[in-house]
């Protein structure tokens, strides 16, 4: 369980394919606080730790055929920063919202519009699948907790102010970026019971 508040840009700096998995390597400054077998969000995606080297300062995890195909995992190049977020600790505040790392389906960046000092990135997805926003309602983007503004069937934007921007992957997204979306748990099940009961 996360809440999306991103601790820290990791550097993706090996990549290797064996069979259907890949196993990503990932530098990072929280390295020497993870232990083998424990969950970080990347981008999002919830990923186990299965190796770590100290003297490099870098990490392994693997993904799954499935991840690939349902998140922007297989995107990733060697040098991509990605945003990274240990699990939460029970007693901590929740400062963001509750977010499983599950993603539920990629969005395309259709628009970055600086404005004041903040940003306003747009995105699109497969509405098709079901999944909703709300305005004000919760949506995690790349593994960042955001409100949502201008929701629409298939479509919605979030406000990012400056020190998200430069703490996160924002910094370096563009119009035409595909993204990890994680809608709202309490929205998914809401819909879920809608559909039940019609």
């Not at 998995?21 to 969950?39: F, P, R, W």
């Not at 929701?151 to 703490?167: C, G, L």
Request: include cysteine; glycine fraction near 8%; aromatic fraction near 8%.
């Amino acid at each position: 369980m996360f809440t999306g508040i991103i601790e820290e840009l990791g550097v993706i700096t090996h990549l290797e394919r064996e069979k259907e998995n890949l196993h990503i390597t990932v530098q990072s400054g929280l390295t020497n606080e993870l232990k083998i077998d424990q969950s970080v969000a990347h981008n999002g995606v919830c990923l186990t730790v299965v190796d770590r080297n100290l003297d490099e300062n870098t990490y392994v995890v693997t993904a799954i055929q499935e991840t690939l195909d349902k998140t922007n995992v297989g995107n990733w190049q060697v040098n991509d920063r990605v945003n990274l977020e240990r699990a939460m600790k029970l007693g901590d505040r929740l400062d963001g919202h509750i977010v499983q790392g599950h993603v539920d389906q990629v969005a395309t960046c259709t628009s970055v519009e600086e404005s004041n000092g903040s940003w306003y990135y747009t995105f699109e997805y497969d509405s098709s699948l079901n999944n909703i926003t709300i305005e004000k309602g919760s949506i995690t983007v790349n593994g960042t907790s955001l409100t949502v503004v201008n929701s629409e069937r298939n479509s919605f934007s979030v406000a990012i102010i400056p020190y998200t921007y430069s703490h996160t992957v924002f910094q370096y997204m563009k119009v035409g970026s595909i993204v990890n979306l994680e809608f709202d748990v309490i929205g998914k099940y809401v819909a879920r019971l809608q559909g039940l009961l019609k």
